[in-house]
C-alpha cells in the first residue's frame, strides 16, 4: 500500500494526510489532556479534520454542516456547561480507580479495531451493489441536489421524525435544567 | 484519481478506537460525551466513504440524521449533567453509585 501512494496526485495525497493528521491528533488530545476545555479544543481540530476528509470526497453540504452543527453549536454547548458548572479544574489523569482498567481497555480496543480492519483487509474492502437508490453527481461537482431529493422524498418519514425528535430534546433539556423552585412559593401567592 | 476507499476506512477505524478508549478510561460525563461524538464522527467518516465508493446518495443522507441525532443526544446529556452537577458538585462517574446493589 505503501508503493501505491505515487499512483495517485500528489494533491489528493496531501489532503488526506492533512486531514488524518488533524483528525488524529485532535482525537489524542481530548482523551489525553486534564482540562476540559483544552479537550473541547482538540475535539473542534477532530471535527475540521473530518470536515476536510467529507470535501475531499465530495461531500460539500455534510462539511458544511459539519463545521456549522459540530463546531458552531455543539462544542460552544461543551464550552459553555464547561464554564457555567466551572469544572475547567484539572483531573488527576493518572490516577486509577479500577485496577487494570487502561490496560483491559487498551486490550479491548486493539481486538475490535484490529479484528475490524483484517476482516476488511482479508476480503474485498467495498463490496456490494452500487448505486442503489441515486447516484452521486459527477465528479468534483457538489451533491447538494442530489441529498435534498434524498432526504425530501426517500427518507422524508425520518425527516420528520427528526423534528419531532429534536422538539423532545429541546424540551427534555429545559426540563432536565430547571432548577426545582420552593413550592411555599405558591402558598404565599 | 483520489485515494482508495480503503485509507479513510482504517483512518475511521482508528478514530473509533481512540474515541472507544477514552469512553472506558476517562471518568468526567464531559470528556465521555465528546469520545461519543468522536465515535460518531468515526461512523459518519465510513459513512461518506462508501457512499463515494458505491457511488450512492444514502451514506450522505444517513450522515445527516446521525448528525442531528448527535445534537439531540448532547443536548439531553448535558442537561443530565448539569442536573447531576447540581446534587453532587461533580461530574464524575464514579461518584454516581447510589444504584450499585
Not at chain 1, 77 to 92: A, C, K
Request: proline share 1%.
Amino acid at each position: 500500500m505503501i508503493a501505491s501512494v505515487f499512483v495517485y496526485s500528489n494533491a489528493n495525497v496531501l489532503v488526506f494526510a492533512t486531514s488524518a493528521l488533524l483528525i488524529l491528533a485532535g482525537a489524542i488530545g481530548v482523551i489525553s489532556v486534564k482540562n476540559p476545555v483544552h479537550a473541547a479544543l482538540c475535539l473542534i481540530m477532530t471535527l475540521f479534520g473530518v470536515a476536510v476528509a467529507f470535501v475531499a470526497q465530495s461531500a460539500d453540504f455534510l462539511a458544511a454542516v459539519q463545521i456549522i452543527v459540530y463546531a458552531g453549536a455543539i462544542v460552544v454547548l461543551f464550552l459553555f456547561v464547561i464554564m457555567f458548572l466551572g469544572v475547567d479544574r484539572r483531573e488527576h489523569i493518572h490516577f486509577e480507580p479500577l485496577v487494570g482498567q487502561r490496560a483491559f481497555a487498551a486490550v479491548g480496543v486493539a481486538i475490535t479495531v484490529g479484528g475490524l480492519i483484517a476482516l476488511m483487509a482479508r476480503s474485498h474492502w467495498v463490496s456490494g451493489a452500487t448505486s442503489v437508490t441515486t447516484k452521486l453527481s459527477k465528479v468534483g461537482g457538489g451533491n447538494v441536489k442530489e441529498l435534498g431529493t434524498a432526504v425530501f422524498t426517500t427518507y422524508l418519514f425520518a425527516f420528520e421524525a427528526t423534528a419531532a425528535l429534536l422538539i423532545i430534546a429541546v424540551v427534555g433539556a429545559v426540563l432536565l435544567a430547571r432548577r426545582e423552585r420552593p413550592t411555599h412559593g405558591e402558598e404565599s401567592a | 484519481m483520489n485515494v482508495p476507499a480503503a485509507w479513510y476506512l482504517i483512518l475511521a477505524a482508528g478514530l473509533f478506537g481512540i474515541g472507544a478508549f477514552g469512553l472506558l478510561t476517562r471518568r468526567s460525563a464531559l470528556i465521555m460525551f465528546m469520545c461519543i461524538e468522536l465515535m460518531l464522527n468515526a461512523v459518519n467518516l465510513t459513512f461518506v466513504t462508501f457512499s463515494r465508493t458505491l457511488n450512492d446518495i444514502s451514506g450522505q443522507a444517513i450522515v445527516f440524521f446521525v448528525m442531528v441525532v448527535a445534537a439531540a443526544e448532547v443536548t439531553v446529556g448535558l442537561g443530565i449533567v448539569v442536573s447531576v452537577f447540581r446534587r453532587r458538585s461533580s461530574t464524575s462517574v464514579d461518584e454516581l453509585s447510589e444504584m450499585k446493589g
